[in-house]
């Protein structure tokens, strides 16, 4: 069955420094990924998708992932945090169906200014 | 457009009591979601409705009941709350498959005492 694993809980991280937020998933199928992402007290948006082609993937706010099959990782990056990233991040693959998505647990992301 | 809007925002129960979230998007999707939102546990499919007419239970649907009303509306009842169900309700709606991205509305946060 499909699934989706995030290891960093809670990061904690001081403006300007470069984040990395672990996504590791097993899937059966054609592999399609997502970043979700929840503000304080807003509701989840999509922040970038991976379907096919350039495994570097760039998102909204300076975000990008990068696809590497060989190691079942989808990892969520940006060079330089701002406050305002602070946020929970969801990781995201579909289920066998195809009919809804699996979310890994989240990552906290807290940016101190 | 207002996307997808869920009532109420809160709301307290009592162990038993029954209530139903309502849910509405005006983006004409097809399909659409309820999770619920729980720390440490990511978001997990309560039940989804992939087209008007159709529902399917998804990773956690004991204890929930869900409508599909119309194409906009798409319900979520809880026939004898438990104090397990606190939680906050998320509904979600896409064009199609969960390929497409989902939108998500702003949440029920529900407390059973």
């Known amino acids: 069955a499909q699934s989706v694993s995030q290891h960093n809980h809670h990061v904690i991280l001081s403006e300007a420094a470069s984040l990395e937020l672990g996504c590791n998933y097993s899937?059966?199928?054609?592999?399609?990924l997502f970043w979700y992402v929840q503000y304080p007290g807003q509701h989840l948006q999509l922040l970038l998708k991976?379907?096919?082609?350039?495994?570097l993937v760039k998102g909204i706010k300076g975000f990008e992932a990068e696809f590497i099959k060989s190691k079942f990782s989808f990892n969520l990056r940006k060079p330089s945090v701002q406050w305002s990233d602070t946020a929970e991040y969801f990781c995201?693959?579909?289920?066998?169906?195809?009919?809804?998505?699996?979310f890994g647990k989240g990552t906290t992301l807290s940016v101190s200014s | 457009n207002a996307g997808v809007t869920q009532t109420p925002k809160f709301q307290v129960l009592k162990t038993g009591q029954s209530m139903t979230l309502q849910c509405a998007q005006d983006?004409?999707?097809?399909?659409m979601y309820w999770y619920r939102q729980d720390p440490g546990m990511g978001l997990r499919l309560i039940y989804y409705?992939?087209?008007?007419?159709?529902?399917d239970k998804g990773e956690v649907p004991n204890g929930y009941n869900v409508s599909r009303l119309n194409k906009r509306e798409f319900s979520l009842r809880l026939e004898s709350a438990a104090p397990s169900q606190t939680s906050v309700y998320f509904c979600?709606?896409?064009?199609?498959?969960?390929?497409?991205?989902?939108?998500f509305g702003p949440g029920t946060r529900l407390t059973v005492l």
């Open positions: 899937y059966g199928g054609t592999v399609n």
């Open positions: 983006m004409n999707h097809n399909s």
């Open positions: 991976y379907f096919s082609g350039d495994p």
């Open positions: 979600a709606s896409s064009t199609g498959t969960p390929l497409h991205e989902q939108f």
């Open positions: 995201a693959v579909p289920n066998q169906a195809g009919t809804a998505l699996i």
């Open positions: 409705s992939a087209s008007e007419g159709t529902t």
